[in-house]
């Protein structure tokens, strides 16, 4: 009975322990969520127009070497650009991204991946590991860039995507990331990033947009659609940071609330395990006496 006793002790001891580091976790991504809340609500709309002002041009362009960019081609190599966190704890968060990727895959490049011409540049190290492990073609260069999460960083592997494209090394390019909604909720999607994708139109409407260009039309677009670009590519960086520090948070405080009801079950059998103890101390007490008088 004793051990019984020391074992529940022992465990209840240990959650409790584990309670407090799920506590100090979910406070410390709540900290960090605000800032990176913040982040993506002040750069979504600005991201969101500049995309719009790119689709419209390039909607209503004739071609030309300026929009090399935009230039739909057959797609026999392609890049999938994979945003997932850098630490775990945070609930389904990186196995619904891993999952987003592979649904992208199977429905859009089968084929190329069957030839062995996909590649993954994984942007945090659960991608990377997730990828790497069931054999395809993972470039790590951009693993780590969570680690100073900036816009010059970010642009770093824009551009290089973008070079890539421009060199056709690949003739297609997605991103897969978790846009941010609320601490509880992401939307897990996969966006065309080159060519750059065009607007549909619109049913009934055969007008095309007229724009005024200054300066000149070439030189414009040549300077706008790489800034644009890495525009977008940051904007799903700071929704997948601000996606993960929400799932975090929703997870601890969900792993917080379970270690609760562990306790309160844990006290209930360690009382019942003292009281059946007492009471057996006590009969073998009465039972000597009871035998010391007869």
Same mark, same amino acid.
């Given at each position: 009975?004793?051990?019984?006793?020391?074992?529940?002790?022992?465990?209840?001891?240990?959650?409790?322990?584990?309670?407090?580091?799920?506590?100090?976790?979910?406070?410390?991504?709540?900290?960090?969520?605000?800032?990176?809340?913040?982040?993506?609500?002040?750069?979504?709309?600005?991201?969101?127009?500049?995309?719009?002002?790119?689709?419209?041009?390039?909607?209503?362009?004739?071609?030309?070497?300026?929009?090399?960019?935009?230039?739909?081609?057959?797609?026999?190599?392609?890049?999938?650009?994979?945003?997932?966190?850098?630490?775990?704890?945070?609930?389904?968060?990186?196995?619904?991204?891993?999952?987003?990727?592979?649904?992208?895959?199977?429905?859009?490049? +089968? @084929? %190329?991946? *069957?030839?062995?011409?996909?590649?993954?540049? /994984? $942007?945090?190290?659960?991608?990377? !590991? #997730?990828?790497?492990?069931?054999?395809?073609?993972?470039?790590?260069?951009?693993?780590?860039?969570?680690?100073?999460?900036?816009?010059?960083?970010?642009?770093?592997?824009?551009? +290089? @995507? %973008?070079? *890539?494209?421009?060199?056709?090394?690949?003739? /297609? $390019?997605?991103?897969?990331?978790? !846009? #941010?909604?609320?601490?509880?909720?992401?939307?897990?999607?996969?966006?065309?990033?080159?060519?750059?994708?065009?607007?549909?139109?619109?049913?009934?409407?055969?007008?095309?947009?007229?724009?005024?260009?200054?300066?000149?039309?070439?030189?414009?677009? /040549?300077?706008?659609?790489?800034?644009?670009?890495?525009?977008?590519?940051?904007?799903?960086?700071?929704?997948?940071?601000?996606?993960?520090?929400?799932?975090?948070?929703?997870?601890?405080?969900?792993?917080?609330?379970?270690?609760?009801?562990?306790?309160?079950?844990?006290?209930?059998?360690?009382?019942?395990?003292?009281?059946?103890?007492?009471?057996?101390?006590?009969?073998?007490?009465?039972?000597?006496?009871?035998?010391?008088?007869?």
């Amino acid at each position: 009975m004793a051990g019984q006793l020391k074992e529940v002790r022992n465990r209840i001891k240990s959650v409790q322990s584990t309670q407090q580091i799920t506590k100090a976790m979910k406070m410390v991504s709540a900290a960090k969520l605000r800032r990176a809340q913040d982040a993506i609500i002040q750069m979504r709309p600005y991201a969101s127009k500049l995309q719009e002002m790119l689709s419209n041009i390039v909607s209503n362009s004739e071609g030309g070497s300026n929009m090399s960019l935009a230039e739909t081609r057959v797609v026999r190599k392609a890049l999938v650009i994979v945003i997932t966190s850098d630490r775990g704890l945070c609930g389904a968060y990186n196995a619904n991204v891993q999952k987003m990727a592979l649904a992208l895959i199977a429905e859009k490049y +089968a @084929a %190329v991946q *069957a030839a062995g011409n996909l590649t993954i540049w /994984a $942007i945090g190290k659960k991608g990377a !590991e #997730f990828f790497q492990k069931r054999g395809f073609s993972v470039n790590t260069s951009f693993r780590d860039t969570f680690l100073q999460l900036s816009f010059e960083q970010v642009q770093v592997c824009a551009q +290089a @995507a %973008v070079k *890539a494209f421009q060199d056709k090394e690949y003739d /297609a $390019i997605d991103i897969v990331y978790s !846009e #941010f909604r609320n601490a509880a909720t992401q939307r897990f999607v996969a966006e065309q990033f080159l060519p750059i994708p065009k607007n549909k139109p619109q049913a009934g409407s055969s007008k095309k947009a007229d724009f005024i260009f200054e300066p000149d039309k070439d030189q414009l677009v /040549a300077e706008l659609m790489p800034k644009i670009l890495n525009t977008q590519l940051f904007k799903a960086v700071l929704d997948g940071n601000a996606s993960e520090h929400g799932a975090r948070m929703t997870a601890m405080d969900k792993a917080s609330e379970n270690a609760n009801e562990l306790l309160k079950t844990l006290k209930i059998s360690y009382n019942r395990a003292r009281q059946a103890a007492i009471t057996t101390e006590l009969t073998e007490i009465v039972s000597g006496a009871a035998a010391l008088q007869g």
